[in-house]
């Protein structure tokens, strides 16, 4: 089977974490490298907790890179308290792990991208779970990127529903509402998998209690990791008995298109003072060929299954 190269663009919280382990499980990957972002965590923290998450799960030859700090029309970030209350204050629901033993790469996530995409073109896929802040810049640094990357697919936005951190603005488009403008509005094709799909995919005790069963430093880990997440899901919402999918369900999404039904868009990000990282239908191109494919329904039980088939053997075959 030929492996696809992979890049995750990560503010590694819980959900990003647990990305990390369906790209490692998925067996027709090539995580080629991983670029820190900030948003759940700051980026420096983001760095070492993908580090932490690999090591874990035996992978320390995957390179993480540092991307930006903060959005492009500021000069600093501040982390919001729902962030860590929702992720922990370290990212990883406070469990432990141990420090990295190697550090994260001297070179620039930027320009990692960039050379990635010129030397993989149509066979390279390109996952942010973060904000666009890093695509966004290399975009902007190298335009012809937008039609040399073979698949961008990433978690953010919500289309047919309200936002999670306004009424019309979901987290990570939130964090740099220009940014994400900027690349939806480029010639690059991308997916959306927004709030409308991954609400709909739910984790529970009765899945994380399988990979605690596994005996395994890694499902054990794991297994703590998410349950302070679902944990957390219970403190804002009550009724949904687990936690959402999120940032897995991108990479999933990127691997197999057929786990959602989508809608084809020209979309836009509106980052006024009322509408601020609204994802919305670009009325500035409606009669034009659309460059957006915005998840609007999803397979969540076959989903699930594979999400789970892929953990639970990646957790099992790591001691």
Not at 245 to 251: G, I, K, N, T, W
Request: hydrophobic share 40%; glycine share 8%.
């Amino acid at each position: 089977m030929a492996k696809r190269k992979m890049i995750l663009d990560l503010d590694t919280g819980i959900d990003d974490s647990l990305a990390i382990a369906y790209a490692l499980g998925a067996p027709d990957v090539d995580l080629i490298g991983i670029m820190s972002s900030y948003g759940n965590v700051y980026v420096e923290d983001g760095a070492v907790n993908a580090l932490k998450i690999l090591e874990l799960l035996g992978h320390t030859d995957i390179p993480v890179y540092v991307g930006e700090s903060h959005s492009s029309t500021s000069d600093h970030f501040d982390r919001m308290q729902v962030s860590a209350n929702i992720h922990g204050e370290n990212g990883i629901g406070q469990v432990e792990l141990p420090d990295p033993s190697r550090p994260v790469e001297k070179g620039s996530a930027i320009d990692f991208l960039i050379d990635s995409v010129h030397k993989y073109g149509k066979d390279l896929t390109l996952v942010p779970t973060g904000p666009m802040t890093n695509l966004a810049a290399a975009l902007k640094k190298a335009p012809e990127i937008a039609t040399e990357i073979g698949n961008m697919t990433f978690m953010g936005g919500a289309l047919t529903l309200p936002g999670n951190v306004t009424f019309v603005a979901e987290a990570n488009i939130n964090q740099d509402a220009e940014a994400a403008d900027a690349v939806l509005t480029s010639p690059m094709h991308s997916t959306m998998v927004g709030l409308d799909v991954t609400l709909r995919t739910l984790l529970t005790r009765k899945e994380t209690q399988q990979w605690r069963d596994l005996g395994t430093v890694a499902g054990e880990k794991f297994a703590d990791i998410v349950d302070y997440y679902i944990d957390a899901y219970r403190q804002f919402n009550d009724n949904l008995g687990g936690c959402a999918l999120h940032d897995p369900l991108a990479v999933g999404v990127a691997l197999d298109p057929s786990f959602v039904q989508t809608l084809d868009l020209n979309m836009r990000v509106k980052y006024g003072k009322e509408d601020y990282g609204r994802t919305i239908g670009d009325e500035n191109r409606l009669n034009e060929p659309t460059n957006v494919k915005v998840a609007v329904q999803v397979d969540k039980d076959r989903y699930l299954k594979v999400f789970m088939d892929y953990l639970t053997t990646l957790f099992k075959n790591n001691k």
